[in-house]
């Protein structure tokens, strides 16, 4: 989308939103019988202050007080099965144990739930739910990372962590010969409450607003000048490339009359005569305020990334404001193969569709993210598909996406042989989650 606002003297800003994440393969366990055993993992990251698989272990080792708590349920029943399950990692055996004493399996199938940091969960026959704020100062925000495991027999346990949250950045394009100060980068009137459904894996409820004081690596000011930036280059007003400063905020939806916004206030000064010194202040405190409603793009979705990059060149030639919205991946876009679209929601389409990113994983072994969009033709019932496994790994994550879903859940599998590589659905809905999972023993 590209669109033109006169805000006097104007800059311009780009949107990338970005992919989830795709899963990191476990630790192997060493089976124990019938002792219920865990095999955590997590999405790959690209923020130092993001959970991530080594800083969870540190966080959680033998000896400290951390842990990760995973609650069990019968299926079909809201009493929780005996204490909850306490994981730590205990880095002398290099394995996750249950520091709380282990658990014989009961005989009977368990769904697991685990959010952490811990929160009070509310467990229903088929669902745990969770109502969360996100915290004001930005330095108190945390990566929240959950996963719900789906009845099962066996006693190892796959946690395939997700980023809960959605995370906002900013970034400016750097020119020649302008010194660029930005300052004051504030984020208003989005919300900050919220209910979590492990079920379907959406926010819904939300309530409240927050504002979000974002401060640059730099400090309170960031100053781009020429020379110290490529020319036409975008640097992020985080740490580099690792984002110390998102913030981590409720995933939400805009739109036009939404009145969330991020404003900022900008100087221009320019080198004239090329000798370093910007002698010609352009632009002096002035402010810019940008509407979220105003981008293509409307929703903040969980474990996707929203980079707000800065751009004063049309500033120069139009004195406008021009919107371009990008989508590119949380990690690496090498890991993401480009997105097919379905525009007929048939079994065989889909199908068919899961086929082509087969393909796309046999030309490119490095892809592990497989986005597929289903944008018409969308049937009033469920659809069950059988995805081929041929070429996929373990880890590897096939994102279905319905445009417009009317049910919870579109997405099922038919049965599948667990004691070998196999789908399993980690997250239903508008959008539904497949992870090529280890095969495992069926039955203890």
């Given at each position: ?18 992919a ?56 079909g ?8 399950f ?99 980068i ?45 020319s036409?280059s ?30 900022f ?14 002698e ?9 305020t ?5 981008f293509?793009?409307l ?25 371009d ?50 944008v ?18 373990v ?29 399993v ?9 497949l ?10």
């Amino acid at each position: 989308m590209k669109k033109k606002l006169f805000l006097g003297v104007a800059m311009c800003a780009m949107l990338f939103g970005a992919a989830s994440c795709a899963k990191e393969t476990g630790e192997s366990l060493t089976t124990d019988g019938g002792t219920i055993q865990f095999r955590p993992a997590l999405g790959k990251q690209t923020r130092a202050s993001e959970t991530t698989l080594d800083g969870l272990k540190a966080e959680v080792a033998s000896g400290g007080t951390a842990h990760l708590d995973v609650y069990a349920y019968k299926a079909g029943d809201a009493t929780q099965q005996g204490a909850a399950f306490e994981l730590k990692w205990d880095s002398s055996e290099s394995k996750w144990v249950v520091s709380n004493g282990d658990q014989e399996h009961p005989g009977f199938a368990l769904r697991y739930y685990s959010a952490y940091p811990a929160v009070t969960g509310t467990p229903t026959t088929d669902d745990w739910t969770f109502s969360y704020t996100i915290e004001a100062d930005p330095s108190d925000q945390v990566d929240l990372i959950g996963d719900a495991v789906p009845a099962q027999m066996n006693a190892h346990v796959n946690l395939n962590y997700d980023h809960l949250l959605s995370q906002v950045n900013f970034a400016v394009v750097a020119m020649p010969y302008v010194k660029i100060t930005i300052s004051n980068i504030t984020v208003t009137g989005v919300t900050n409450q919220a209910s979590y459904s492990f079920k379907n894996g959406v926010w819904t409820g939300h309530t409240g607003t927050g504002t979000y004081v974002y401060v640059p690596d730099g400090g309170a000011k960031t100053t781009l000048e020429a020379g110290s930036v490529a020319s036409s280059s975008k640097v992020d007003l985080g740490n580099g490339t690792t984002l110390s400063n998102a913030l981590m905020l409720m995933p939400q939806v805009f739109n036009t009359s939404s009145t969330a916004t991020f404003s900022f206030t900008y100087s221009l000064d320019l080198d004239k005569d090329s000798n370093g010194s910007f002698e010609t202040s352009i632009a002096s405190g002035k402010s810019a305020t940008v509407n979220f409603g105003d981008f293509d793009k409307l929703e903040w979705e969980k474990g996707f990334r929203y980079l707000y990059v800065i751009d004063f060149e049309s500033w120069f030639t139009e004195g406008k404001i021009t919107f371009d919205v990008q989508v590119s991946g949380w990690q690496d876009a090498t890991n993401m193969a480009e997105t097919v679209q379905v525009t007929n929601a048939t079994v065989a389409a889909i199908n068919a569709a899961v086929t082509l990113q087969s393909e796309a994983k046999l030309a490119n072994n490095d892809l592990n993210v497989f986005p597929i969009n289903v944008v018409a033709g969308i049937p009033s019932s469920k659809i069950t598909i059988a995805p081929v496994l041929t070429n996929f790994e373990v880890g590897d994550v096939i994102r279905i996406e319905c445009a417009d879903a009317t049910e919870a859940g579109y997405i099922e599998l038919t049965s599948q042989t667990t004691t070998a590589n196999h789908w399993v659905l980690t997250t239903s809905g508008r959008v539904a989650i497949l992870t090529m999972t280890a095969g495992i023993l069926a039955v203890l």
